[in-house]
T-cell receptor, first 111, second 112 residues
Framework: GDSVTQMEGPVTLSEEAFLTINCTYT??????LFWYVQYPGEGLQLLLK?????DKGSNKGFEATYRKETTSFHLEKGSVQVSDSAVYFC??????????FGPGTRLSVLP | ETGVTQTPRHLVMGMTNKKSLKCEQH?????MYWYKQSAKKPLELMFV???????ENNSVPSRFSPECPNSSHLFLHLHTLQPEDSALYLC???????????FGPGTRLTVL
């Protein structure tokens, strides 16, 4: 079945550092790919998405590019802030199917 | 209110109690979902409702009983739970089944 693998962390960075969280997937067909973020004490929020190969999703300074050749959707941000501390989930969804979530990566940003 | 709301936000119950979790979406969506989020485990999809009809039940024990009286409301009725059922229960909705999901803040459940 479809699956998502991501680095589990925790990832600890200093403020203004560059962030990369790796995500790779296994899926049949051409799934849509997503990043969700969960801040402490809250539910998951959609951060960005890409629906086809080579698409780039972006939001709040975060970016991820759908790479079909490497089955990857790595999340990047050029300069993290303390307020970015959260758990980040990579997910995929094939048309008409349920979401498949990765295990989540906890990010801590220190001032 | 906007988005997806859940009540209560926190719940502590004994193993013999009966309680219910409530979810309400204000997005005009037709599909709703219950997830269980436990520490150090992946997000688990429990139930899926589409147009108020249950379309998926992922081998969830019968002590969890969902109810979807209309497309805006979803309940999870709980009875004779076990301590291992302690978790964050998340509700989500989407315009149609399989579309982008929008989550509520969750109910933190503790079973004593």
């Amino acid at each position: 079945g479809d699956s998502v693998t991501q680095m589990e962390g925790p990832v600890t960075l200093s403020e203004e550092a560059f962030l990369t969280i790796n995500c790779t997937y296994t899926a049949t067909g051409y799934p849509s790919l997503f990043w969700y973020v969960q801040y402490p004490g809250e539910g998951l929020q959609l951060l960005l998405k890409a629906t086809k190969a080579d698409d780039k999703g972006s939001n709040k300074g975060f970016e991820a590019t759908y790479r079909k050749e490497t089955t990857s959707f790595h999340l990047e941000k050029g300069s993290v802030q303390v307020s970015d501390s959260a758990v980040y989930f990579c997910a995929l969804r094939n048309y008409g199917q349920n979401f498949v979530f990765g295990p989540g990566t906890r990010l801590s940003v220190l001032p | 209110e906007t988005g997806v709301t859940q009540t209560p936000r926190h719940l502590v119950m004994g193993m013999t109690n009966k309680k219910s979790l409530k979810c309400e979406q204000h997005l005009g969506h037709n599909a709703m979902y219950w997830y269980k989020q436990s520490a150090k485990k992946p997000l688990e999809l429990m139930f899926v409702y589409s147009l108020e009809e249950r379309v998926e039940n992922n081998s969830v024990p019968s002590r969890f009983s969902p109810e979807c009286p209309n497309s805006s409301h979803l309940f999870l009725h709980l009875h004779t739970l076990q301590p291992e059922d302690s978790a964050l229960y998340l509700c989500a909705s989407s315009s149609q089944r399989g579309d982008t999901q929008y989550f509520g803040p969750g109910t933190r459940l503790t079973v004593l």
